[in-house]
């Protein structure tokens, strides 16, 4: 194991300090040292996030076209120096370790192995990963996928991947036979593709990044942009400076809502005070959302009718549906429900109600604090409700924007990574590429999950992630992983989902985003999309960690190459070749949202793909915007159970999802094991539990699956009663698969039924 693992004791400190600030300059520090990043990473970091540069591959916040001198966050100085590490993972390094023993390891540990260097392939007989070739590795895996039945194979893909390999994946596996075609955004965001869809028909945020700077009320629900998106506190600060108001809706009380540090300021550096961020802050029980902007919305009718002139008349006239049904029922939801449900009073409700009556163009941003529940859907109808009542979606300084997480999650679904056949121009793709894509739906995460506890699925491709891990009854997947025939993991750092190797198992290790990718001798752009549905291109300038690394894209189309039969119209490697051949394809297919691709993919600030919903184009079922009654007002679906805890997972300040990039989660005061879950001292003092105590939690689902996890660290922190926290994927083993949300299965990780042992 390393010898770097930060030597933390297990304990809990009060951290003072806001976001950014010193302490985000200590954080990047620490996981330099870490990281022990090679020559040019400072020079990678001046130009990340601006046009010529390359965009970063932590989140996927916009990059202006303006941009600061230093335009990039804490995570994202992290996640670049994290892939430009001096720390190799080589053939050697495998003939020392087996994978039985790599299995004990940490994932802290695993990562600190460093890059992976070679293309390998799993050795039953002496269970450790051997290296092999190229040609090898394409040509078996090749004759492997041949042998399986396609509609049994699953191609995932991480938020990572750039347009180009994305799209390139998405036709390989549909030229190959199937469309299971599950990505990161299963987990997170699909309830946004879906639930918002839905209701204004746009499956993806409808505020581009200057709409932050006319807007006068910010609701801030279920997000810490100080964890998970730190650039996002720039817009956020200067809009608090200016005197909007920011309300945040979080059942954490979290330093990333509270005050920044711009880092950029040398008066806040040195002498200055940090910048208030939220006006208020709204603790909601995990699943009280629904209830609490029902409550604000209540209040907001209620205004209108006793004084008139608070409603958009206008707009609801013209551009809305099913005002007087939700109107009614949200007469007959009582003020009690309201606040037992939420966990609010009345007054804190009416509170913000009085605000939003008031003003004139307000954002509803938020994470998955609303999507990662049974009914996260009707949670995100909830906050469209409210906004439709002042006509706050489709103009300036105003509309719905969700946050996403993966620098190019959204970019993945636009270039046909998706299950569902009717989401991609297969008339396109028939007339381009003489071929006859499959029309029946494929598997998404859960469904793929579920194929594979129950023995359907053979064979598993993942461009990135470390998916066995990510998953919900990550025990139970474990077990069953192993099972299939073949494994292909196209990666950068070992991970836990490469020890758990099917029958025939494949590691092929790719380049970072940050590296050269030559091909004859011209270095290509990717490019992706971020989450104002603006479109850059992306240059990497470092030398790659191996010779033998080859790109995402490369490798997608030799895999191809070697799987399907020879189709004149499909040249995979041709098209490899040169990335400016397949965004020519993706303007071919996508003509509308990729109209002049190649020159404007560079501009300052990236081209806008358009948003119908921004127009207030309306591709609904009314052909309007809709208003919609929730299923139920407890966004959880668990309702009062005696003994029965709501358990939300989340990342520390040194984790980027499944990847942990140290022991220290600084913005909440607390260092040292990530085995711990975070209590209200008032439900410890209940339930008889003393700070630091370990103590086991075990599922409450009724489904009649035994879920434990052990040796959990007590820690006293400012939640609602009833409610726990803890980090993924440490906790991951007791989030049911049977429970996410109904529209769109995302696991309800927001929202997990668990008891103390």
């Given at each position: 194991?390393?010898d770097?693992?930060?030597?933390?004791?297990?304990?809990v400190?009060?951290?003072?300090?806001?976001?950014?600030?010193?302490?985000s300059?200590?954080?990047?520090?620490?996981?330099?040292r870490?990281a022990?990043?090679?020559?040019?990473?400072?020079e990678?970091?001046?130009?990340?996030?601006?046009?010529?540069?390359?965009?970063?591959?932590?989140?996927a916040?916009g990059?202006?076209?303006n941009?600061?001198?230093?335009?990039?966050?804490e995570?994202?100085a992290k996640?670049?120096?994290?892939?430009?590490?001096?720390?190799?993972?080589?053939?050697?390094?495998?003939l020392d370790?087996?994978v039985?023993?790599l299995?004990?390891?940490?994932?802290?540990?695993?990562?600190?192995?460093?890059?992976?260097?070679?293309?390998?392939?799993?050795?039953?007989?002496?269970?450790?990963?051997?290296?092999t070739?190229?040609?090898?590795?394409f040509?078996?895996?090749?004759?492997?996928?041949r042998?399986?039945?396609p509609?049994?194979?699953?191609?995932?893909?991480?938020?990572?991947?750039?347009?180009?390999?994305?799209?390139?994946?998405?036709?390989?596996?549909?030229a190959y036979g199937?469309?299971n075609?599950?990505?990161?955004?299963?987990?997170?965001?699909?309830?946004?593709?879906v639930?918002?869809?839905?209701v204004v028909?746009s499956?993806?945020?409808?505020?581009?990044?200057e709409?932050?700077?006319?807007c006068?009320?910010i609701?801030?629900i279920?997000?810490?942009?100080?964890?998970?998106?730190?650039?996002?506190?720039?817009?956020?600060?200067?809009?608090?400076?200016?005197?909007?108001?920011i309300v945040?809706?979080?059942?954490?009380?979290?330093?990333?809502?509270l005050?920044f540090?711009?880092?950029?300021?040398?008066?806040?550096?040195t002498?200055?005070?940090?910048?208030?961020?939220a006006?208020?802050?709204?603790?909601?029980?995990?699943?009280?959302?629904?209830?609490?902007?029902?409550?604000i919305?209540k209040?907001v009718?209620?205004?209108e009718?006793?004084?008139?002139?608070?409603?958009?008349?206008?707009?609801?006239?013209?551009h809305?549906?099913g005002?007087?049904?939700w109107?009614?029922?949200?007469?007959?939801?009582?003020?009690?429900?309201l606040?037992q449900?939420?966990?609010?009073?009345?007054?804190?409700?009416?509170?913000?109600?009085?605000?939003?009556?008031?003003?004139?163009?307000?954002?509803?941003?938020?994470g998955m604090?609303?999507?990662?529940?049974?009914h996260?859907?009707?949670?995100?109808?909830?906050l469209?409700?409210?906004?439709?009542?002042?006509?706050?979606?489709?103009?300036?300084g105003?509309?719905?924007?969700?946050?996403?997480?993966?620098?190019?999650?959204?970019?993945?679904?636009t270039?046909?990574?998706?299950?569902?056949?009717?989401?991609?121009?297969n008339?396109?793709?028939?007339?381009?590429?003489?071929?006859q894509?499959?029309?029946?739906?494929?598997?998404?995460?859960t469904?793929?999950?579920?194929?594979l506890?129950?023995?359907?699925?053979?064979?598993?491709v993942?461009?990135?992630g470390?998916?066995?891990?990510a998953v919900?009854?990550?025990?139970?997947?474990?077990?069953?992983?192993?099972?299939?025939?073949?494994t292909?993991?196209?990666?950068?750092?070992?991970?836990r989902?490469?020890?758990?190797p099917?029958?025939?198992s494949?590691?092929?290790?790719c380049?970072?985003?940050?590296?050269?990718?030559m091909?004859?001798?011209?270095?290509?752009?990717?490019?992706?999309e971020?989450?104002?549905?603006?479109?850059?291109?992306?240059?990497?300038?470092?030398?790659?960690?191996?010779?033998?690394l080859?790109s995402?894209t490369?490798?997608?189309?030799?895999?191809?190459?070697?799987?399907?039969d020879p189709n004149?119209k499909?040249?995979?490697?041709?098209?490899?070749g040169?990335?400016?051949?397949?965004?020519?394809?993706?303007e071919?297919?996508?003509?509308?949202d990729f109209r002049?691709?190649?020159?404007?993919?560079n501009?300052?600030?990236?081209?806008y793909?358009?948003?119908?919903?921004?127009?207030?184009?309306?591709?609904?079922?009314?052909g309007?915007?809709?208003?919609?009654?929730?299923?139920?007002l407890?966004?959880?679906?668990?309702?009062?159970?005696?003994?029965?805890?709501?358990?939300m997972?989340l990342?520390s300040?040194?984790?980027?999802?499944?990847?942990?990039?140290?022991?220290?989660?600084?913005?909440?005061?607390?260092?040292g094991d990530?085995m711990?879950?975070?209590?209200?001292?008032?439900d410890m003092?209940?339930a008889?539990?003393?700070a630091?105590?370990r103590?086991?939690?075990t599922?409450?689902?009724?489904?009649?699956?035994a879920?434990?996890?052990?040796?959990l660290?007590?820690?006293p922190?400012d939640?609602?009663r009833?409610?726990?926290?803890?980090?993924?994927?440490?906790?991951?083993?007791?989030?049911?698969?049977?429970?996410?949300d109904?529209?769109?299965?995302?696991?309800?990780s927001k929202?997990?039924?668990?008891?103390?042992?």
């Amino acid at each position: 194991m390393s010898d770097d693992q930060p030597k933390t004791d297990d304990r809990v400190f009060s951290y003072d300090g806001p976001v950014g600030g010193w302490g985000s300059a200590k954080g990047m520090a620490q996981v330099a040292r870490a990281a022990k990043p090679g020559p040019g990473a400072l020079e990678t970091l001046r130009g990340q996030n601006k046009a010529g540069g390359m965009m970063c591959a932590s989140c996927a916040w916009g990059k202006p076209p303006n941009p600061h001198v230093v335009e990039f966050c804490e995570n994202g100085a992290k996640a670049t120096l994290w892939d430009l590490t001096s720390e190799r993972c080589g053939p050697d390094f495998f003939l020392d370790h087996t994978v039985t023993e790599l299995a004990t390891w940490s994932e802290y540990d695993l990562e600190m192995a460093g890059r992976l260097t070679h293309p390998l392939r799993y050795d039953a007989s002496s269970d450790r990963y051997l290296e092999t070739t190229w040609d090898e590795a394409f040509a078996e895996i090749g004759q492997g996928l041949r042998s399986l039945d396609p509609k049994t194979v699953t191609f995932y893909a991480s938020g990572k991947a750039g347009l180009e390999a994305s799209f390139l994946y998405g036709l390989y596996a549909r030229a190959y036979g199937h469309v299971n075609l599950p990505d990161s955004s299963n987990m997170c965001h699909e309830t946004t593709s879906v639930g918002l869809k839905t209701v204004v028909g746009s499956p993806v945020g409808t505020c581009v990044l200057e709409d932050f700077d006319h807007c006068d009320m910010i609701l801030q629900i279920g997000q810490n942009p100080g964890t998970n998106s730190p650039r996002m506190l720039h817009p956020l600060q200067q809009a608090a400076k200016r005197g909007c108001c920011i309300v945040a809706i979080n059942p954490l009380r979290e330093k990333g809502l509270l005050e920044f540090a711009n880092p950029q300021s040398p008066w806040q550096m040195t002498v200055g005070a940090p910048t208030e961020i939220a006006d208020r802050y709204l603790q909601v029980r995990a699943g009280g959302d629904i209830a609490a902007l029902t409550g604000i919305a209540k209040h907001v009718l209620a205004l209108e009718r006793s004084r008139g002139g608070v409603l958009d008349h206008d707009f609801l006239n013209r551009h809305a549906h099913g005002l007087q049904d939700w109107m009614d029922w949200v007469d007959a939801t009582d003020w009690t429900e309201l606040e037992q449900v939420s966990g609010l009073t009345r007054a804190a409700m009416e509170g913000i109600g009085a605000v939003y009556a008031r003003s004139r163009a307000v954002i509803g941003v938020y994470g998955m604090g609303l999507t990662q529940h049974v009914h996260g859907s009707d949670a995100i109808g909830a906050l469209v409700n409210l906004l439709l009542l002042r006509g706050n979606i489709g103009r300036k300084g105003a509309g719905c924007s969700p946050v996403r997480g993966h620098s190019n999650v959204q970019g993945q679904r636009t270039v046909g990574i998706t299950e569902k056949p009717e989401l991609v121009p297969n008339d396109h793709l028939r007339a381009l590429f003489d071929m006859q894509p499959p029309m029946e739906e494929g598997w998404n995460t859960t469904a793929f999950v579920e194929a594979l506890l129950e023995g359907r699925a053979t064979g598993f491709v993942g461009l990135g992630g470390n998916l066995a891990r990510a998953v919900p009854d990550t025990d139970r997947v474990a077990d069953a992983w192993r099972s299939m025939p073949l494994t292909v993991h196209v990666a950068t750092r070992l991970n836990r989902t490469h020890l758990m190797p099917g029958q025939a198992s494949w590691i092929l290790p790719c380049l970072v985003r940050a590296e050269q990718d030559m091909q004859g001798g011209v270095n290509q752009q990717v490019s992706v999309e971020d989450s104002f549905s603006h479109i850059h291109g992306s240059i990497g300038n470092r030398t790659p960690a191996s010779p033998h690394l080859l790109s995402e894209t490369e490798i997608v189309a030799r895999m191809a190459a070697a799987t399907l039969d020879p189709n004149p119209k499909m040249p995979w490697r041709h098209w490899a070749g040169d990335h400016a051949r397949i965004r020519a394809l993706i303007e071919a297919v996508y003509p509308d949202d990729f109209r002049d691709f190649e020159t404007r993919m560079n501009q300052p600030g990236g081209f806008y793909r358009d948003n119908a919903a921004r127009n207030r184009v309306w591709k609904t079922e009314s052909g309007r915007a809709q208003f919609t009654r929730p299923a139920d007002l407890d966004a959880t679906g668990l309702g009062a159970q005696e003994g029965v805890y709501r358990l939300m997972t989340l990342r520390s300040n040194d984790q980027f999802n499944t990847t942990v990039y140290g022991m220290s989660d600084r913005l909440r005061g607390i260092e040292g094991d990530r085995m711990l879950v975070m209590m209200s001292p008032d439900d410890m003092a209940a339930a008889g539990l003393a700070a630091e105590q370990r103590i086991t939690l075990t599922s409450a689902a009724e489904d009649g699956i035994a879920r434990r996890v052990n040796g959990l660290r007590v820690i006293p922190y400012d939640i609602p009663r009833g409610c726990l926290a803890g980090y993924f994927p440490e906790l991951n083993p007791l989030s049911p698969l049977s429970r996410g949300d109904l529209a769109s299965d995302t696991p309800a990780s927001k929202g997990i039924p668990v008891r103390l042992a």
